[in-house]
């Protein structure tokens, strides 16, 4: 059974076909089309598949959708999680009640059109990094899809920055602003007894202030690869080193080759286009 941590997928499930079929709301509760033109007893068989090359996720999510409203739907899932594969690659086959694939279909594409384009953007980006650093997602998702949306880009090969607020400290210029320095934001997130004390800086000055303050992970933000060399070689080990702020495809060979242990692209989980996936279904 599918199972992620601090993610219930029944609930997400229901909630999702609810929001579809209007729950709650006057005249609301059904699916006018499938009840006004398919049978109650009708049958269907259907494939779901690529339209272009994609890296899966969310097959599993989509079959809890049609389970949900079809236990006895038949299902097989023809493709891993993680799993890379080129256009035209079939990924599902399911058969059972007409009325239930036509009412769970939007919601099951809905969820692997969109975790498959973040698996896929993120995999693009881990093999443009060729091997150098690791590549980091960011807390740039929507709200509430966090941890599926996070799922997505380990399935392309991402490891999870931070899940939210609570698992680190993350000290940004802001708060550098409020407490007057980088030694003193970082002091502070210390003597609170954080033990994870994440310090962003975009000048080299600000890291020696950070490392003797006591913090565990240096953000370089918005640095050149030459910079960003510089900055490694100060930190010399004392702390991770993360590479962050307006990284592309184009640019993150040469970002994660200055020898930074990590870096960060929001672009993973804000602005990746949803995967060409569709699914046919045939009456039996």
Not at 14 to 23: I, K, N, S
Not at 154 to 167: F, K, V
Not at 187 to 205: F, T
Not at 267 to 274: D, E, F, G, I, V
């Amino acid at each position: 059974m599918f199972q992620l941590e601090h993610f219930d997928l029944s609930r997400f499930v229901r909630e999702t076909l609810a929001e579809d079929l209007g729950e709650g709301i006057s005249g609301g509760g059904r699916d006018v089309t499938a009840e006004s033109v398919i049978p109650a007893d009708a049958r269907f068989s259907g494939v779901m598949d690529s339209r272009d090359p994609i890296t899966v996720a969310g097959l599993p999510i989509a079959a809890a959708f049609f389970r949900t409203l079809d236990p006895a739907m038949e299902i097989e899932l023809l493709a891993d999680e993680g799993q890379s594969v080129p256009a035209g690659t079939k990924l599902m086959r399911l058969s059972g009640n007409a009325r239930a694939m036509l009412t769970a279909e939007r919601s099951a594409l809905n969820s692997v059109q969109h975790l498959s384009g973040i698996a896929t953007l993120t995999r693009r980006y881990v093999d443009a990094m060729e091997g150098s650093a690791v590549l980091l997602d960011t807390r740039k998702t929507i709200p509430g899809l966090r941890v599926l949306e996070k799922y997505a880009t380990r399935m392309g090969g991402a490891q999870n920055h931070r899940m939210g607020l609570w698992d680190a400290a993350m000290i940004k210029d802001n708060h550098i602003l409020v407490a007057g320095s980088v030694g003193e934001a970082v002091g502070r997130a210390r003597n609170a007894g954080v033990a994870r004390i994440i310090c962003e800086v975009d000048r080299i000055d600000q890291i020696e202030p950070a490392l003797v303050a006591g913090a565990t992970h240096i953000l370089l933000d918005n640095m050149d690869p030459a910079s960003l060399r510089e900055s490694v070689s100060l930190i010399a080990g004392r702390a991770q080193t993360e590479a962050s702020g307006g990284v592309t495809l184009d640019t993150i060979g040469a970002i994660a080759a200055s020898g930074v242990d990590f870096v960060s692209v929001g672009r993973l989980t804000q602005s990746a286009p949803a995967a060409d996936i569709g699914l046919d279904f045939t009456p039996l």
